[in-house]
């Protein structure tokens, strides 16, 4: 198994987990980016991308690289977030401090570039409605109940809300937790195979 990072903090760490877990022996991290993979032609049977094509603004050169690193009838699997229903979200998320650095897409405009880049999709499973339904509670419990902080009771909750919503109000956001979740909720599965 090869793992490849843009980031050589995060390719340092996993090296370090993957020893402490055993797997030194099985599993390489590479140091590398998604649009020129440091790897020859052909050389994987399947390849899985989680999180990643949310950062990347080339998404044909994406599928283009992960086409040529598979061989024949490998198997590519793809998970990331797109743009829920009501908009770019705000910012910061976990993938992108700010607009300039995400790069969110819609279903049909990953499954466009896949196909571009030689795949065929051969399933598409759309998780947006799935995925606010689940949060949904959620977001409004910490719309109502605040969040606790790290090392904090239940009863330190009403606190830690009041400082999230001055946060908000300082960056101009509305305090509105449910909001703010579910612009951000579209996730995508994708099953494309190397033709």
């Known amino acids: ?4 990072d843009l980031t050589e903090s995060f390719c340092e760490a996993a090296r370090q987990l993957t020893s402490l877990a055993g797997l030194a022996d099985r599993v390489t991290i590479l140091h590398g980016s998604a649009l020129s993979l440091p790897m020859p ?11 990643v094509l ?9 599928a283009l690289e992960a086409f040529r690193v598979l061989r024949p009838g490998g198997m590519l699997g793809i998970s990331l977030v797109g743009p829920g229903p009501v908009g770019e979200p705000y910012y910061p998320l976990p993938w992108a401090t700010t607009q300039a650095s995400s ?7 990953i499954r466009t570039e896949l196909q571009a880049g030689g795949f065929e999709i051969l399933s ?15 977001l409004k419990r910490l719309e109502t109940e605040g969040a ?12 830690c809300k009041g400082m999230a919503d001055q ?3 300082q960056l101009g956001r509305p305090p509105n937790l449910h909001d703010r979740g579910a612009r951000a909720q579209a996730r995508l599965n994708e099953k494309a195979i190397a033709g």
């Open 103 to 109: 790069f969110l897409a819609t279903p049909d405009q």
């Open 167 to 169: 946060r908000d109000a």
């Open 54 to 62: 949310m950062n990347i603004s080339d998404k044909l050169g994406f």
């Open 148 to 159: 606790a902080a790290l090392g904090r009771t239940r009863r330190h909750r009403g606190k």
């Open 1 to 4: 198994m090869t793992g490849v």
């Open 41 to 51: 032609d052909a050389s994987f049977d399947a390849a899985y991308s989680q999180a």
């Open 124 to 138: 598409l499973h759309d998780t947006t409605v799935a995925t606010i339904e689940t949060f949904s509670p959620i």
